[in-house]
Every structure is written in C-alpha cells, then in structure tokens.
C-alpha cells in the first residue's frame, strides 16, 4: 500500500533491535484518515472470506481492526492483556511472549465473544516473529472458530512470523512489507518489483 510505505519514510524510526517506530500515525497517536484506508484494504483483500469477526490484540491492534470491522460491517474483538491469569472460567487464554518489550504476557478474551460458528479475521499493527499471530490462533483453536485470514499493517519479512501463518495455511496479507533497515533507512518488497 503507497500511502503507507510513504508515511513509513516520512515518520517512522528504526530502532535498535530491529524495531520501527511509528508512534506519530500507528503506535500512540493514530492517524484516522490512515487507518481507514487501511482497515479499507483489509476489507476488500476478504471481502469474500466469509468474516464473521474481526480479532486483535490490545492496544495498538485495535485501531486497523476496528476500521477493518468497520468496512466489513462485523464486530471487533480485542483479547486483553494480563500478567497472569487465574480466574479462566469464562475466558480462552493464550501466552504470547512479546518482540519489543522481551516479556511473557496473557492474553485472553471472554468465550461469549468467539465461538464455533465464527470465521475470523486476524489484524495486527506488526508480524515479526509471529507470537501475537500465534496467540490469536491458539485462542481460535480453543474456541473451534475458523480462520479467515491474517492482516497485518507493517510486516517485516526477514523475520519467522511469515513462516508460522504459512505452515497454518492461511491467507496472509500484510500492507506494508519491509525487507531490511539499512542504517535508519527502511526497505520494501515492493521497491524490487517497481
Ligand atoms: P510478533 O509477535 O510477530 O513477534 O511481534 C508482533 C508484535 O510485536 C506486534 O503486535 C507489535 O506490537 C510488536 N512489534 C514487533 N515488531 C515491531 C516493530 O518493529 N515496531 C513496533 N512498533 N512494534 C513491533
């Protein structure tokens, strides 16, 4: 998607280890106009996916995912985070071990939000090494929902997350594919195939 490879060039910043920061349009501030473009393209790469429910985690997820909600008119789900989970009862679980603060968190959403007859579409700011991805399908898994597909706004390809959602065998559409940082320049796929 241009207007978001250009707004990468134009704000964000590359970070040690790896890590971009776009706190001025995706990670802190949110740039409304942005994301619905974006949760626009989500909905028409799934138009005829069959969604029921769109899925993220909390907090940065939830601003695509709901714009994506918005265009598909379905609702939007974000599992919540936790330190540790001990009243499960009502709750699908899973653990996700988090690429940019290097801790183990919970996440886990109410059951009376997701169930067997949901066809789900996963959004996510960023696929690094896909354990946010992972923790949505195991929660997915629990719930015996299927999986639409997963969207992503920023992935950075040279990392494993790419991997983990082919060998699961679905649908995977990222926005913007980054293929290296070079100093603080940043590279996209796309670049090779102008
Ligand atoms: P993964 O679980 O795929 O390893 O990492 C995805 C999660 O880590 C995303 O939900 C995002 O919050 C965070 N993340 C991973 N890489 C980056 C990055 O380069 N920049 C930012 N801002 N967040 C990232």
Do not use: W
Not at 22 to 47: C, E, K, Y
Not at 65 to 74: D, E, F, N, P, R
Not at 149 to 162: A, L, N
Not at 177 to 190: E, K, L, N, W, Y
Request: net charge negative; aromatic share 8%; proline share 2%.
């Amino acid at each position: 998607m241009r207007e978001l490879e250009e707004r990468i060039l134009k704000d964000g910043r590359v970070l040690p280890g790896e890590v971009l920061k776009v706190d001025n349009f995706l990670n802190h501030q949110v740039d409304p106009d942005l994301m619905f473009s974006i949760g626009t393209a989500f909905a028409h790469a799934f138009r005829d996916a069959g969604v029921t429910k769109v899925l993220t985690v909390e907090s940065s997820g939830i601003a695509p995912a709901v714009m994506a909600g918005l265009a598909l008119h379905v609702p939007v789900v974000f599992a919540r985070k936790h330190k540790s989970v001990t009243l499960i009862d009502d709750l699908y679980t899973a653990e996700v071990y988090s690429y940019t603060k290097k801790t183990s968190n919970h996440i886990s959403i109410a059951k009376k939000f997701l169930g067997a007859d949901d066809k789900v579409l996963l959004i996510d700011d960023f696929l690094a090494n896909g354990q946010a991805v992972q923790g949505l399908f195991e929660i997915c898994d629990q719930a015996k929902a299927e999986i639409a597909g997963v969207g992503i706004v920023i992935e950075k390809v040279f990392q494993t997350g790419h991997e983990l959602v082919a060998d699961r065998g679905v649908k995977l559409v990222s926005l913007a594919q980054i293929t290296s940082f070079d100093g603080d320049r940043v590279h996209f796929a796309s670049e090779t195939t102008k």
